[in-house]
């Protein structure tokens, strides 16, 4: 937990906003949680980022993924990504990987970073019953 906390606090703000009060906040209690998958990204045996996703039958949706502020610059961030997408094609149950929202216009900041290690802005639309069954 303690490089988690260093991880989060590592700068003041990210993305031109102040960081999260839950990411500032040292983590009482690793909680696992079903269906949630985590990577780590190490150097000299020390956690430098890490994320967090869901695995939802096909469909893997990434929704935490945070640095180390010192090293961002050496690229901690696009080897974590590309661990995670070569381990989901590697598990032949996942097809598919969201990374929550890319911004179309944005020309900077998380959805730049998207962009840079692959996603592209996409809309799915689902039609479902009140069994929260696909129908088309």
């Known amino acids: 937990l303690g490089a988690i906390h260093a991880i989060n606090t590592s700068k003041a703000s990210r993305q031109g906003r102040p960081m999260n009060k839950r990411y500032i906040d040292y983590p009482l209690l690793f909680q696992a949680v079903p269906y949630t998958v985590h990577y780590g990204c190490f150097l000299d045996h ?51 990987i969201n990374y929550l929202t890319v911004a179309p216009k944005s020309k900077g900041g998380l959805s730049l970073f998207k962009r840079s290690v692959g996603f592209r802005p996409h809309s799915c639309f689902f039609r479902v019953n009140k069994d929260c069954e696909r129908v088309s």
């Open 46 to 96: 020390r956690l430098v980022a890490y994320a967090q996703g869901i695995h939802l039958n096909h469909l893997l949706v990434i929704n935490t993924v945070i640095g180390h502020g010192d090293h961002l610059t050496y690229g901690v961030m696009n080897q974590l990504i590309s661990f995670m997408v070569q381990q989901s094609v590697d598990n032949a149950d996942i097809q598919y």
